[in-house]
């Protein structure tokens, strides 16, 4: 039940092409959901984050669609670019209880010039 | 101002021997969490500490250990390293004990030989 499944695990889009990463939840508790993009041999970092109440949150090119009622949430990348190029995690938490990060596996994203 | 620091950035043990991690949190961010990441999938958590009291722990072996001090720094220390141990070991600094913005540092790169 803490799982967060992600998919796909790996993405090649054309330059100024849309890219789009799934992932799911099981866990009703979970109320936020951050996003975050990893290059080679460096940490996370935040991209945009959502919580449950918001069905659609946008900054810049990056958007997140979260559909509370199927449990699942999607980061969708606009007009996307070669630098966008890593591996993107999302990650679900609670705000009470014990503070923890719970991460799917990845989506490497690769964009083609 | 400087994000999250973690030392050192690189490191190479033998099976059996033991190491400390070290990690600066972003100024002012009182909470700090040390996460586990395996080469291809997403960080794992082993802690989290807030006002230099533990606050939640992953499902680690109780080789693993942490602590955080008056000003808010954090060592996260292994002992008898096993094969399995060698991972990106990230740190994350949050204002406080609620996951909202949580700043990841470059990681701690260890490998056990």
């Known amino acids: 039940q803490q799982q967060v499944k992600q998919s796909p695990q790996s993405l090649i889009v054309q330059k100024g092409g849309i890219s789009i990463i799934n992932c799911a939840y099981e866990?009703?508790?979970?109320?936020?959901f951050p996003w975050y993009q990893q290059f080679p041999g460096k940490g996370p970092a935040l991209l945009i984050a959502i919580r449950p109440d918001v069905s659609e949150k946008k900054e810049g090119r990056f958007t997140i669609s979260f559909n509370k009622s199927a449990k699942q949430f999607s980061l969708h990348i606009m007009d996307s670019q070669p630098g966008d190029s890593a591996t993107y995690f999302c990650?679900?938490?609670?705000?009470?209880?014990?503070?923890?990060?719970?991460f799917g596996t990845g989506t490497r994203l690769k964009v083609l010039a | 101002d400087a994000g999250v620091t973690q030392s050192p950035t690189h490191l190479i043990k033998t099976r059996g021997q033991h190491v400390t991690l070290r990690c600066s949190p972003i100024?002012?961010?009182?909470?700090v969490s040390w996460y586990q990441q395996v080469l291809g999938q997403g960080p794992q958590f082993i802690f989290q500490y807030y006002e230099k009291e533990e606050r939640g722990r992953g499902n680690f072996p109780d080789r693993f250990s942490a602590r955080q001090f008056p000003n808010y720094s954090s060592e996260l220390n292994v002992n008898a390293l096993l094969l399995g141990d060698s991972a990106l070991y990230l740190c994350?600094?949050?204002?406080?004990?609620?996951?909202?913005?949580?700043?990841f540092g470059q990681g701690t790169r260890l490998t056990v030989v």
């Open positions: 100024s002012g961010h009182k909470s």
């Open positions: 990650a679900a938490s609670l705000t009470s209880g014990t503070y923890k990060y719970i």
């Open positions: 994350a600094s949050s204002l406080n004990y609620q996951y909202t913005e949580a700043f």
């Open positions: 866990n009703t508790a979970f109320d936020y």
